[in-house]
């Protein structure tokens, strides 16, 4: 079966400029996540989704940055005004426990470039 | 406040060589830690967690709680181990998993 589908795989855009980014995990996956992955830090997390809900969305950096998720399966992240510092891959990953057991799959990542 | 370290950017080791990724934890309770990996080109995956105290490609990771530390370990390295090593805690109400920031594994023939 398929995995976890981002899209774009890279993006590239102007300062100011908003950007959705898209994830479809697995068929069936109730919970999904959102990391932020760049050079030197590691993944940071941004958000966490339980079917349609985000109890936690206590990474998100700012105001700019937005989550949503629909039937439980596809979700988009949003960031308006870009940056040059939201540079990074942005990675999600679903699981298919509604506790946290820790086993994530992740996607290939959207690569985001601000100019 | 719960953090994961990993201090090593960067470890370069010769093939057959033993390996050790450190990684130390922060956390007022009774955490779980894993260890994910990404090799080139690949998704990060999940490699090891310590409740199953399993073997997986030859690594094995002992949970030492008056350390809070996870040290990843293997024997003898391969060439094929080279990736991006990422250790990572959850724990309590939390959801999330929190990710150190990661070491590059290179071994080199």
């Known amino acids: 079966g398929a995995g976890v589908s981002q899209s774009p795989s890279n993006k590239v855009t102007e300062k100011g400029k908003d950007v959705e980014l898209r994830c479809d995990p697995i068929?069936?996956?109730?919970?999904l996540y959102w990391y932020r992955q760049s050079l030197g830090q590691g993944l940071e997390f941004l958000i966490y989704f339980q079917g349609n809900s985000a109890p936690d969305k206590s990474g998100l950096p700012s105001d700019r940055f937005s989550a949503e998720r629909t039937g439980g399966s596809v979700s988009t992240l949003t960031i308006q005004r870009t940056q040059q510092e939201d540079s990074a891959v942005y990675l999600c990953?679903?699981?298919?426990?509604?506790?946290?057991?820790?086993?994530?799959?992740f996607g290939e990542g959207s690569r985001l470039t601000v100019l | 406040a719960q953090r994961v370290t990993q201090p090593e950017k960067l470890l370069s080791v010769f093939k057959g060589a033993p390996v050790e990724l450190k990684c130390n934890y922060s956390?007022?309770?009774?955490?779980?830690l894993f260890w994910y990996v990404q090799y080139s080109r690949q998704r990060l995956q999940l490699l090891l967690r310590?409740?199953s105290r399993e073997s997986i490609k030859g690594f094995t990771a002992d949970l030492n709680k008056g350390e809070t530390s996870f040290h990843l370990k293997k024997p003898f390295a391969q060439e094929e181990d080279s990736a991006m090593y990422y250790c990572?805690?959850?724990?309590?109400?939390?959801?999330?998993?929190?990710f150190g920031t990661g070491t590059l594994l290179a071994v080199q023939p």
């Open positions: 310590h409740i």
């Open positions: 068929s069936g996956h109730t919970a």
């Open positions: 956390y007022s309770g009774s955490p779980e």
């Open positions: 990953a679903s699981s298919p426990h509604r506790g946290n057991t820790g086993e994530l799959f």
């Open positions: 990572a805690l959850t724990g309590g109400a939390t959801n999330k998993l929190i």
